[in-house]
């Protein structure tokens, strides 16, 4: 099993320009998440997803939309990236119904915005 | 004001020492509470989660919960140089699982 997986794990970008982060897992999870880290701030959510066909927003989610495309992939879009949005950026998934309800991190997007 | 603050790191802790990373959350409702362990340019992963009052041992981690002060605290006994890394605190309010996570507490364990 392969766990969480992102591509890309690194990216430039010009102000301006878009593109998706992807995020697959294969534990058959139902809630994924993607959040932002920068430094001294921690994890700050994005969007999540607690079921496969249902989104919603987390605290920061300005600029950006996500797709829950199946039960196993979760994709985040910048329409027009901003350096604001340089970032590392993690997705997550982890399933509701389990008493520990642990969260598993992919290896992370680092974003840079020029 | 943050919802969930830790204690400013870097916290230097001598091999063989007890580290103590200390949490305060803002929102009663918590009811679980998670610590994540995250190496420098690595994802975090979960060490330890506890849900009621009182401690919670698992091997040389022990995690602390006092929910009418609204505390959390986790203690690395015997710290070896592989415990260096940033401690995130993360309770859960949510019924959907969404986690609040605090900036962070950086260990390093000097030998």
Known sequence: NAGVTQTPKFQVLKTGQSMTLQ????????????????????????????????????????????????????????ESAAPSQTSVYFCASSHRDRTTDEQFFGPGTRLTVL | QKEVEQNSGPLSVPEGAIASLNCTYSDRVSQSFFWYRQYSGKSPELIMSIYSNGDKEDGRFTAQLNKASQYVSLLIRDSQPSDSATYLCAPRADSWGKLQFGAGTQVVVTP
């Not at chain 1, 994890?43 to 199946?70: F, H, M, Q």
Request: glycine share 8%; proline share 4%.
């Open chain 1, 23 to 78: 995020c697959a897992q294969d534990m058959n999870h139902n809630s994924m998440y993607w959040y932002r880290q920068d430094p001294g701030m921690g994890l700050r959510l994005i969007y999540y997803s607690a079921s496969e066909g249902t989104t919603d927003k987390g605290e920061v989610p300005n600029g950006y939309n996500v797709s829950r495309l199946n039960k196993r992939e979760f994709s985040l879009r910048l």
